[in-house]
């Protein structure tokens, strides 16, 4: 009788057993079913997105002379004296940008609607000799704020070079530019020695409403890189462009119809345009999964 209960124990036991291990393979296997369903959501959502966000920045402008234009057209010196010396990235602009961009491994096709306002200056001087006595002439110097608003429509290509929560990437695009408003500022300074003294002056500035000056339309090349810090589903970013112009921005029509410009012997070169832009932004994903997904965390 004994060895019967000890058998009808050891059968108990095993049975026991096999049910155990017939409990945690079954729990084995729905862990990893949800751990696979999560890893194929996460490569998804990593793989293919939509990304929207605005950034906003400031901007440097150098202008590039197609061709120079004159008033006035000196008789008794060399007419490079009188010609326009342009500050090079030196006025400070702005803009700000709305991004909708669609990622597929590692590249991003992007377009950024953008308001920039851009700055840039020149500067140029006169000289007028008369009489028999050797000092007596006139100087003046002229300087020139130019500030002009264009809406812009840049597509661009990213490519996300390597990384996971910090990922840089390289851009190359093209842009169409149309003329929003411009301004211009022009201050006339100079020396007076006609009389025999020094009577150096300084005038009121003028400023004037300038977009007929402009361009309607221009349009340009982009190159850049830029910088992605994944935060949980979101991405911050840090962007820099260099936009070269490729197309006259001034209006060869309208050159000489400001009158007050042209009275002070002021006329607008054929430029062509150049930006360095800066902008910080952030960009969220348009496609949603659960609210505990952390892009950023995924450990490759």
């Known amino acids: 009788m004994k060895r019967l209960y000890l058998v009808l124990l050891c059968a108990m036991l095993a049975m026991n057993l096999a049910y155990a291990q017939s409990n945690n393979s079954k729990k084995r296997k729905k862990t990893a079913a949800a751990y ?35 008033i006035m057209a ?27 961009a669609f990622y597929y491994r590692r590249f991003s096709f992007s377009f950024q609607p953008t308001y920039q306002h851009s700055a840039f200056a020149y500067s140029n001087a006169y000289l007028w000799q008369g009489g028999t006595a050797a000092g007596q002439l006139v100087q003046l110097n002229y300087e020139h704020l130019q500030k ?53 002056f300084e005038d009121e ?12 339309n221009h349009w340009g090349l982009i190159g850049g890189a830029g910088l992605y ?11 820099l462009m260099y936009k070269s112009g490729m197309s006259n921005v001034t209006s060869s029509k309208n050159r000489y119809e400001n009158d007050r410009l042209s009275g002070v012997g002021d006329s607008m070169d054929d430029l062509l345009l150049d930006n360095i832009t ?12 659960e609210n505990s997904f952390k892009s950023a965390d995924r450990k490759k």
């Open 229 to 239: 810090y994944s935060v949980g589903n979101v991405r911050l970013n840090l962007d």
């Open 74 to 100: 000196p008789t008794n010196y060399d007419p490079s004296l009188i010609a326009k010396k342009y500050d090079k990235f030196k006025q400070m602009g702005s803009q700000v940008t709305f991004e909708v």
């Open 278 to 289: 800066v902008s910080a932004g952030v960009l969220f994903p348009l496609r949603f999964l």
């Open 205 to 216: 500035a003028i400023i004037v409403g300038a977009k007929d000056l402009f361009a309607k």
């Open 36 to 70: 696979n369903k999560q890893s194929k959501e996460i490569e998804k959502f990593l793989e293919k997105q939509w990304w929207l966000g605005p950034k906003a920045g400031m901007n440097l402008s150098q202008p590039r002379v197609e061709k120079e234009y004159f």
């Open 148 to 200: 002009v608003d264009h809406l812009q429509f840049p597509i661009l290509i990213k490519y996300e070079v390597a990384g996971n929560r910090l990922r840089p990437y390289l851009q190359a695009g093209i842009y169409q530019a149309v003329l929003l408003g411009a301004t211009k500022e022009v201050t006339i300074s100079g020396n007076d020695n006609a009389s025999g003294g020094q009577n150096p």
